[in-house]
Structure formats: C-alpha cells, structure tokens
C-alpha cells in the first residue's frame, strides 16, 4: 500500500498510523483523507489488526485543522460533497469495529479534532490543545464537530467551546471526559501502546459489541438502548470467544480469543 501523506506500521496485531505532514502541522487536505480512507478498509479486512493508534508526526500537531487553501475554495458547488466525504472517513474510524485509539500529541484542531473525536479512546500529550476554530473563519465545522462534542461532553459545554473557539488544554481534556488521559510529551505512544495491549486481552468480538451497543444505544431511548444490550449480550454469549473466556477462567489461563 503506497502512502504519501501517512506513515503505517503494525506491531504485533495493533496497527500504528501517523498523519505525515509535519511541515503543514499534519493539515487534511484530500489526498491524507483519502490514504486514510485507504488504510482504515486494510485494518478492517485483516483479522490481524485488533486495535489502532492514529496520531501525527513530530511533537507539534496532531493535526491542526483541514488544508486551508482547500476550505478557501469550497463554496456552493461543492462544500457539501467535500463535508460529506470527509464526514465518511470519520464515521469509517468510529464504525471500524475495532477500537481506535487517538494519539494527540499536539494541536488538534479543526478537523484533526473531529477525526479525534471519532476516534474510541483519546490520550493527550500534557502539551495538547485541542479546539474548533472555524467560526472565526467564517465557516462551521464540517466533520462530526457539531454532533460529536456534545455527545462527549455535553451540549452546553460543546456551545461554548463551538462559538468562542476557545481551545481546550490538556487537564481541561481530561477533566470534562473528553480525553480518557494525560501524559508527558515523552510518553504518549508508550501510553497509546500500553492501552491498546491492554485492549488486546479482551475478546475482539466482545469489544465490538461493546462498542456498538454504546454508539446505537446512545441515539435510541434508555428502553430501547437496553434491549440492543440485551440482543448484542445474546450474540456474545453464543459465541465461541465466550467459551473459551469461561474455559479460560476455569483453567486459569490467558484466553486466546478468535473473534467469533
């Protein structure tokens, strides 16, 4: 797979993606969305890749924002296709079926927050600062920003941030929930990597449950969330992951997990 604008690599089963534009701090344009894209289909379809990491060159920025020379073009005859399939690339992250962990090792802002916000777990460097610029450009988010952040962290909170830009520092991230932790600069990957080693021991099937009863559950009434719950509970319990898990207890070994 030739990529220009990202760096991929896998080690063991957990996949590792950098954003690879350092000297535009890791901007969006087309061609990294569409190489994510790219790369988001490859972790899907090999059983190999149980969880990813995505994060962005250097120690500067995640990824501060979409290419503005891109956004300056956009207007009546093509916003909205442009919104529209970046918006596929951010549901591709949060609908992967594996757990994606963002890596936020500087700015995020813009749509490098969004793609953040997809993303299943968030750990930031102390030094990040994360935020959504664009009304002071003029514009609106284009990407999940106005769905996702106040499904993190609330609407009221979401309003705030959304209409004075304000960014959001580290402990801020991590005090409101919207990152799951904070790390020294020096230790987010090893950070990354030991949560998603973590994540390794869990059933594959399990998690996607899992994940798929908190994002549909969401969205439905607390009724209605319960009784997905309790039909994604029967899937798992059918499977062979659950037998083995129990066996495993019993015998008072690791589990090996097959994903079915």
């Known amino acids: 797979m030739e990529l220009k604008n990202l760096l991929f690599e ?11 534009r350092p000297e535009k701090l890791n901007a969006l344009n087309k061609e990294v969305l569409f190489e994510l894209k790219k790369v988001l289909e490859k972790v899907r379809s090999e059983d190999k890749i149980k969880v990813l990491i995505i994060t962005g060159s250097g120690e500067k920025a995640f990824a501060a924002g979409a290419d503005i020379h891109e956004i300056a073009a956009l207007g009546l005859s093509n916003a909205f296709a442009f919104s529209k399939d970046a ?16 890596g936020i ?8 927050f969004e793609l953040a916000m997809a993303c299943t777990l968030r750990l930031v460097s102390e030094n990040a600062k994360m935020g959504l610029p664009e009304l002071g450009l003029g514009a609106i988010p284009g990407i999940g920003g106005t769905q996702r ?15 004075t830009g304000e960014l959001i520092d580290a402990s801020t991230a991590e005090r409101i929930g919207l990152a799951n932790k904070a790390v020294p600069p020096g230790k987010l990957m090893e950070a990354c ?29 607390q009724e209605e969330g319960m009784t997905l719950e309790s039909a994604l509970m029967t899937i798992a319990c059918a499977s062979e992951d659950k037998a083995e898990g129990i066996q495993a207890f019993l015998e008072k070994r690791k589990p090996t997990f097959k994903g079915r």
């Open 10 to 20: 896998e080690r063991e089963a957990i996949g590792i993606v950098t954003i690879n």
């Open 87 to 102: 918006q596929e690339v951010a549901n591709a992250i949060e609908n992967l079926g594996k757990p994606v962990i963002a």
């Open 105 to 112: 090792n500087g700015l995020a802002l813009g749509g490098g």
């Open 149 to 163: 952040l106040p499904r993190l962290i609330g609407k009221g909170r979401a309003l705030w941030y959304l209409l």
């Open 193 to 221: 990597l030991d949560v998603a080693k973590t994540l390794l021991n869990k059933g594959p099937l399990a998690m996607h449950l899992a994940m798929q009863a908190v994002h549909h559950g969401m969205e439905v009434g």
